[in-house]
């Protein structure tokens, strides 16, 4: 995992930055943190945007992290590769026995590069 991708999980909570770093070695689409904690005005940034549905992001508290995909140097958003990162997510998640749960499975809005711990 870059330096980048770790500054990014700076002040995550450590179960899920733990989750994140064995998910890395793991997964073989290789993929870049792109955002760990969050600030409010981000979060309504993000909201007002679209991009997220709540004010009450799991990213407002250390509880999240999202991802993208690399292919070569590029950032890409297909969705197969995020099916497949996040079998190597809920893997790490499974051998560090850290409750989780992945953006992609909820229901009504699919948020395929998300990553949160389920408490």
Not at 76 to 96: F, G, M, S
Not at 106 to 112: A, I, N, P, R
């Amino acid at each position: 995992m870059d330096q980048k991708s770790k500054d990014k999980l700076k002040g995550v909570d450590e179960r899920l930055v733990s989750v994140a770093e064995l998910a890395y070695q793991l997964s073989p689409v290789p993929f870049i943190i792109t955002e760990g904690i969050r600030t409010i005005e981000r979060q309504k940034q993000l909201v007002a945007a679209g991009a997220s549905k709540t004010m009450q992001s799991k990213h407002l508290v250390g509880k999240a992290f999202d991802v993208a995909a690399k292919v070569g140097n590029e950032v890409r958003w297909d969705w197969p590769l995020y099916d497949t990162i996040a079998k190597a997510v809920k893997e790490a998640a499974k051998q560090l026995n850290v409750p989780i749960q992945w953006g992609g499975d909820w229901k009504s809005f699919k948020d395929g590069p998300h990553f949160e711990l389920k408490e």
